[in-house]
């Protein structure tokens, strides 16, 4: 069974950064399409990034510039790193596939707000 562990969410200033980690077990991580995706209070989820196993990257509009995704598959880990905080950032922060394969973990949430 895939499990999925969200962290390093929090309440932070717009403008500011954080860190947000994904640690997956039960799966081959390397070999998989890992991906991040948000939902906001009373918004579907959506997926704002994803890492192919090449290593490739591709991110929609509204983060482009500011999210950088990356993983360490040593660790099972996938990353993204948020610079520039804005308001509509808030939200839960979820990993999964691109095609939200696995079961949804808890989530990790954001907050931007001064």
């Known amino acids: 069974q895939v499990q999925l562990v969200e962290s390093g969410g929090g309440l932070v200033q717009p403008g500011g950064s954080l860190r947000l980690s994904c640690t997956a077990s039960g799966t081959v991580f390397g070999i998989t399409s890992m991906g991040w995706y948000r939902q906001a209070p009373g918004k579907q989820r959506e997926l704002v990034a994803r890492i192919y196993s090449s290593g490739n990257t591709n991110y929609a509009d509204p983060v482009k510039g500011r999210f950088t995704i990356s993983r360490d598959n040593a660790k099972n880990t996938v990353y993204l790193q948020m610079n520039s905080l804005k308001p509509e950032d808030t939200a839960d922060y979820y990993c999964?596939?691109?095609?939200?394969?696995?079961?949804w973990g808890r989530g990790t949430q954001v907050t931007v707000s001064s």
């Open positions: 999964n596939t691109p095609w939200g394969s696995y079961p």
